[in-house]
């Protein structure tokens, strides 16, 4: 998660639920929060309702995260799935029945966008473009053409995963990969998991954005 606090408002990307960051909002009278979602796996919105509850908030998102995370189920952990494969049929059964018993809520979108949407907020410009592959709904996120929030692309030495439901190899090499190799190595990459770092200081090797030091 991703927060930054203007004026009484407050950007929120990816949120979970924390009371660390609980604290931040209400000590700094936030009055209003936009949530930005880089795409619809479950540990990237977890918070989404959570902040619903006790704040003014407008979500946005790709179209296709948003239909994603309008299903409650849609919003339940995954990864159980590859648990069942060497699994007997009462074993894989006992699985997905605990899957299918964790708790899970509909989130509702505000603005969606199928494409591109821009904003600005608070003076910054914010560009959100969906690049697909990770899942359909994937989002790269430009902050002032300074910082782009990449979810979970670029996350240096670290493979993209395009195995899980609805990821696309080839969707992913057409069209998301030449944006990622084509963007300047001044931007800051804020990863959805891991450490930020410069482009520069990146490279793409077999499938891989390699961290190196200048």
């Not at 408002?9 to 209400?26: F, N, T």
Request: charged share 25%; net charge negative; proline share 6%.
């Amino acid at each position: 998660m991703y927060l930054l606090v203007e004026n009484h408002e407050a950007l929120i990307i990816d949120p979970h639920k924390s009371m660390e960051a609980l604290a931040v909002l209400r000590e700094k009278g936030v009055k209003h929060i936009h949530i930005l979602l880089t795409h619809e796996h479950f540990d990237h919105v977890t918070g989404v309702n959570w902040l619903k509850e006790q704040f003014n908030t407008t979500v946005i998102c790709q179209k296709k995260c948003a239909e994603s995370i309008a299903v409650a189920k849609n919003n339940r952990p995954f990864v159980f799935f590859p648990m069942v494969e060497d699994k007997t049929e009462q074993e894989k059964r006992e699985i997905i029945s605990f899957f299918d018993a964790l708790p899970a809520d509909a989130i509702k979108a505000d603005i969606t966008f199928a494409e591109e949407y821009d904003f600005t907020w608070q003076g910054h410009e914010i560009k959100l473009v969906s690049c697909p592959g990770h899942s359909p709904g994937s989002t790269l996120i430009n902050f002032d053409n300074i910082h782009v929030f990449t979810g979970d692309y670029v996350i240096p030495n670290t493979p993209v995963i395009l195995r899980f439901p609805g990821g696309d190899k080839e969707i992913y090499r057409k069209k998301t990969l030449p944006v990622l190799l084509g963007m300047s190595d001044d931007l800051m990459m804020m990863p959805g998991h891991g450490e930020p770092c410069l482009r520069g200081s990146l490279t793409y090797e077999c499938g891989c954005f390699m961290k190196y030091e200048n």
